[in-house]
């Protein structure tokens, strides 16, 4: 009854097309795995087949399964958003090979060697409560008695420096051969960057009421990509609420550009967040009162061929001012050509 179950998605062509599929890739990761970090070869293939599924099934079988890695995770007790230190310490731990694997709340199962800044960078932010493991080995090497609890080891305390403690690292970690390499991801054709986001409000419609601009929190241009999959996603841009109140006119301006943006470009997805936290319905948090004048209200972009984030900061900006009446014109459930 077990075999039936396991192989049940054996039964149908298309359920086999996809095995054969995640076997090939399997095979073709595993053949370097031996020499190479496992977070180095999905940074450098930027496969698109390598979607954070079929990272997670990887995970298990070539790291635990057949290289015998340690591993030890945590739920963060706090937000991380200085990565590049973090880098920098991991990359003094010559003596073991380390991978780190983080759930993103929006892109799912991220994967990067923790000693390399461009590939720990794809993380983003870690956020506090997600989940976060660390995967401690030798590539090839047995690691077993002495060897296999200096791995455990690396894995906590890979953990606590993640979460901001101070650790004493053994010298057993810091001495060896698993230093780091030059990782360079192979451009796609067609790949664009994303444009600089300006901080000038759009240009007001006409009879539309002026309003003064507010600073805006700057943020680097460029989408940070991910370990494990296609998508990649913005850095979280600001916009400040400029109207009195962030009433439920703004709330349906806002839903309407976003849905704009949405219909130009339906591979791309937006995510809106407040006070650190991301919002799945404006309205179940946006209602008056709530957010009032001055306050900052973000957003992010995530996907391939990541465009037009500078067009869609300037219409949430009106949207959040009082010119959003320009975005409730038009017939009812009707969907604005603004991109």
């Keep these: 009854m077990a075999d039936a179950v396991n192989l049940e998605v054996l039964s149908t062509r298309t359920g086999f097309n996809s095995a054969v599929r995640h076997i090939k890739k399997t095979m073709e990761v595993s053949s370097g795995l031996e020499f ?6 999905v940074y450098e293939k ?17 790291l635990v399964d057949k290289l015998g890695y340690k591993s030890a995770s945590t739920n963060l007790t706090e937000t991380v958003d200085d990565l590049s230190v973090l880098a920098k310490e991991f990359g003094k731990w010559n003596g073991v090979d380390l991978i780190a694997a983080y759930h993103h709340p929006e892109l799912g199962l991220l994967i990067a060697n923790p000693k390399v800044e461009e590939e720990l960078s794809g993380f983003g932010e870690l956020r506090k409560r997600e989940m976060l493991v660390i995967y401690a080995g030798l590539l090839g090497k047995e690691t077993s008695g002495t060897a296999g609890e200096n791995c455990q080891k690396a894995a906590s305390l890979a953990l606590r420096l993640f979460e901001g403690e101070k650790v ?8 060896g051969k698993f230093t780091t390499k030059k990782v360079s991801k192979p451009k796609k054709a067609g790949e664009t960057k994303v444009a600089p986001v300006k901080t000038k409000a759009a240009k007001p419609k006409p009879g539309a009421k002026k309003t003064a601009a507010a600073p805006v929190k700057k943020a680097a241009a460029t989408a940070v990509a991910s370990s494990a999959g296609p ?3 913005t850095p979280r841009y600001a916009v400040v609420v400029q ?6 006119g703004n709330v349906e301006a806002w839903k ?28 179940s948090l946006f209602k008056w009162g709530k957010v009032k004048h001055g306050t900052a209200i973000e957003f992010a972009v995530a996907g391939d061929q990541i465009q037009d984030v500078a067009k869609l900061q300037r219409y949430l900006y009106q949207g959040a001012s009082q010119m959003f009446e320009a975005f409730l014109r038009g017939p009812v459930n009707s969907v604005l050509k603004l991109f």
């Design 256 to 283: 309407k550009i976003v849905a704009s943006y949405k219909a130009k470009h339906p591979n791309l997805q937006v995510f809106i967040y407040y006070e650190g936290e991301r919002i799945l319905d404006i309205n």
């Design 243 to 248: 109207n009195e109140l962030f009433h439920n």
């Design 231 to 233: 998508s990649k996603m």
């Design 36 to 41: 190479t970090n496992l977070g180095d070869i």
């Design 46 to 62: 930027d496969d698109d087949e390598l979607t954070s599924n079929r990272i997670g099934l990887m995970l298990r079988m070539l």
């Design 168 to 175: 004493t690292v053994p010298a057993a970690l810091t001495q």
